[in-house]
């Protein structure tokens, strides 16, 4: 089992900018495929970004391209979330997720992870 636990969310007014971390634990989880996704009320889980092991591939999507960075840290198994000039568009509950079947290729669906965090609270005010 792989446990993540997300932290840093919370309030910020528009063009603000809020990073995110994701501690991850138990089974071996330094070369897993790691990804955020976001989920507003009343929407489908969207991915946001996603980063592989040896960080050769990133991704993004296209409404975070410019504003967001993904990272990731292997020796603290930590991947993170910069995200700048936020805006309320991307209020939303932030997940961390985990592809413990890959390696390299970065997926971008939700049902591509197989491990998840519980989620924080992103809040972006206008």
């Known amino acids: 089992q792989v446990q993540l636990v997300e932290s840093g969310g919370g309030l910020v007014q528009t063009g603000g900018s809020l990073r995110l971390s994701c501690a991850a634990s138990?089974?071996?989880?330094?070369?897993?495929?790691m990804a955020w996704f976001r989920q507003a009320p009343g929407n489908e889980r969207e991915f946001v970004a996603g980063?592989?092991?040896?960080?050769?591939?990133?991704r993004y999507a296209d409404s975070v391209k410019g504003r967001f960075t993904i990272s990731r840290d292997n020796a603290k198994n930590t991947v993170y979330l910069q995200m700048n000039s936020l805006v309320p568009e991307d209020t939303a509950v932030y997940y961390c997720?985990?592809?413990?079947?890959?390696?390299?290729?970065?997926?971008?669906?939700?049902?591509?992870?197989?491990?998840w965090g519980q989620g924080t609270q992103v809040t972006v005010s206008s």
């Open positions: 138990g089974r071996t989880s330094s070369g897993y495929v």
């Open positions: 980063i592989n092991w040896s960080l050769s591939t990133l």
């Open positions: 997720a985990a592809d413990s079947t890959g390696w390299i290729r970065v997926g971008t669906r939700a049902h591509d992870y197989d491990y």
